[in-house]
């Protein structure tokens, strides 16, 4: 690596915190800056925003819908619409600051495992790939988690890398093959040397964490198990980290409680609970779900690059003993890897990828980590595999996947944006045909779709069952706006539709929304407009029947001149 780099990276690690983050949050807000006055998204729009509007008007930490998620999301962006009022573009600065905190958390992480400049590497990497960059900007309790969650790391990592330098100024002839053994013990002798302070703030970190998104407790509870073992061995030094770590547990469960008490459910009303956790206890779903996992974590959005780029470095002889990743950080974090994985296999009934936030850093960190061990080009390595990462954000994979997990959610938004606003135009005091979330985005003006209130007659989706019962209906709608519920890029779709016998093709055909000109002649109208972009589109269709009849004659004639 050239000394000018070299140097660069180690004058920016000296730097304190407080000067890296606004460094930090300036690189991640500039790189989101089309992003930030965007209308909110599927489960902002759902769940997320009208949970924390409930707090900021009411002062409610149980939302009306009851869904038991933690509270902490909530009075985070409630207090910051008390200091800013309420707007979108503070709510995507706030989601922004989050996503710096858990970038610094990552940085500082490498550095202290791998040094300076490898944390750049990994750092930039992770703000490179696409899932964690669409969540940078988004609303989700996963970034406020995920921000929580990697700053414990840097501690309970850092931890242990200053035993392992007080335990090398004691042992300076410890083999490797010690430290192997050190990463299931740890010697009496380095007892009690885990400072109070940094237990409390290891213990804090992983509450707030739980207390965001109530399935971060995997977290600690993994590394309290691998305490919890090291005790079992008779190794007491363990002892008060292993507090530490249960330490969140006993907030969790005091929401819950607290749940229970006001709603008389503990974890959610029973069809969330039902969806999220008691529907998934069967041994096919769970082997399904492990199979969807796996590809999220080693194959989704490229991450298969750098993990093919670390398998074939193990061909390679090893520069030196002194790079990469010191042996006893390996066991933690492959357990970290392998609880999330096996975790998310069985709760939540959708399989998205922004469950695993924190751990795409940790799998990241081992790939940099083995490049560094094994060759001197890893440099390369990491600009070839930024540059795979950022091409991921355009372009789509020839399988299905959620919008949110690359800037597909973007164009979503834009085309109901401008369904929305051709509607409220054109087709004035309206009874809209809609599915989720447009019947949300409709209907609620603080989402940022409309200014105003527009009627909505809901169905569940587009799939033709639905369609087909609306259109007994006639009179409960004046105007539709269709759009896909179940995305599919157009090859992709066509490909399904043209390969009916396959597996896939089979459930794409049972289970596909009909398009625009099929919806329109169920439902007995005509399509109006259709907005495309990249793929996503949503159509306008009208039916010439009660709403006309509802208006007073200036209304209608207005109207009558605009359609003309």
């Known amino acids: 690596m050239p000394t000018l780099v070299r140097t660069f990276a180690q004058r920016l690690a000296a730097l304190h915190n407080l000067v890296l983050f606004p460094l930090f949050f300036a690189a991640v807000a500039l790189s989101h800056l089309t992003l930030l006055r965007l209308p909110y998204f599927w489960d902002e729009a759902g769940y997320y925003i009208p949970a924390a509007l409930d707090f900021y008007h009411h002062g409610w930490l149980i939302p009306h819908f009851t869904n038991a998620h933690p509270p902490v999301p909530n009075i985070l962006l409630g207090t910051l619409w008390h200091i800013t009022g309420y707007n979108i573009l503070s709510t995507r600065l706030l989601v922004c600051a989050f996503a710096a905190v858990g970038l610094l958390a990552v940085y500082r992480l490498a550095q202290n495992l791998l040094g300076p400049a490898a944390a750049i590497a990994v750092a930039v990497l992770t703000a490179c790939y696409s899932i964690w960059f669409a969540q940078s900007t988004l609303a989700h309790a996963d970034i406020f988690s995920a921000a929580f969650t990697l700053c414990a790391f840097t501690v309970y990592f850092s931890q242990d890398r200053r035993l392992d330098r007080s335990s090398i ?3 300076p002839e410890r083999s490797q093959q010690d430290e192997v053994e050190g990463s299931l013990n740890l010697s009496s002798a380095d007892s009690g040397k885990y400072s109070t302070r940094s237990l409390i703030l290891l213990a804090t970190l992983f509450s707030l964490a739980a207390l965001s998104k109530e399935t971060a407790i995997v977290q600690p509870a993994t590394l309290a198990a691998l305490e919890l073992y090291r005790l079992l ?11 530490a770590l249960s330490v969140p547990a006993l907030p969790l469960a005091a929401w819950f409680a607290w749940h229970h008490l006001h709603t008389g459910f503990t974890f959610g009303n029973p069809d969330y609970l039902r969806y999220n956790a008691t529907a998934n206890f069967t041994l096919a779903h769970i082997f399904t779900a492990l199979y969807h996992r796996g590809v999220h974590l080693f194959w989704q959005r490229n991450i298969w690059l750098p993990i093919v780029l670390a398998f074939a470095c193990f061909f390679l002889p090893r520069r030196s003993r002194t790079l990469g990743l010191a042996p006893r950080y390996l066991l933690p974090i492959l357990l970290l890897i392998a609880a999330n994985w096996f975790t998310f296999s069985v709760l939540g009934g959708a399989l ?7 751990v795409y850093p940790l799998i990241l ?8 061990e094994r060759t001197k080009w890893w440099p390369l390595f990491v600009v070839f595999t930024a540059a795979v990462f950022l091409s991921a954000l355009w372009i789509d994979p020839p399988t299905q996947f959620a919008p949110e997990d690359n800037l597909t959610y973007r164009d979503m938004i834009v085309v109901h944006q401008q369904a929305i606003a051709y509607i409220d135009e054109h087709h004035p005091g309206a009874t809209v045909l809609t599915a989720w979330p447009a019947s949300i985005e409709l209907f609620s003006p603080e989402l940022g779709y409309t200014d105003r209130c527009i009627k909505v007659f809901p169905i569940e989706n587009f799939f033709l069952p639905a369609v087909q019962k609306a259109s007994q209906d006639p009179g409960s709608y004046d105007a539709a706006l269709i759009f896909p519920t179940k995305y599919a890029s157009p090859s992709l779709r066509a490909y399904l539709l043209s390969h009916p016998d396959s597996a896939r093709g089979r459930d794409f055909a049972a289970n596909h929304d009909v398009s625009p000109y099929e919806a329109a002649a169920i439902l007995g109208g005509h399509v109006e407009k259709v907005f495309q972009q990249n793929g ?3 159509a306008v269709l009208h039916f010439d029947r009660s709403y006309e009849a509802s208006l007073n004659p200036m209304e209608r004639s207005a109207l009558r001149t605009k359609q003309k």
């Open 352 to 358: 998205l990828t922004r469950y695993l936030l924190p």
């Open 536 to 538: 996503e589109w949503a």
């Open 233 to 243: 061995r008779k190794h007491p030094a363990s002892t008060r980290r292993l507090a």
């Open 365 to 372: 960190l081992l790939c940099v980590a083995t490049w560094m």
């Open 169 to 171: 100024s004691r042992h």
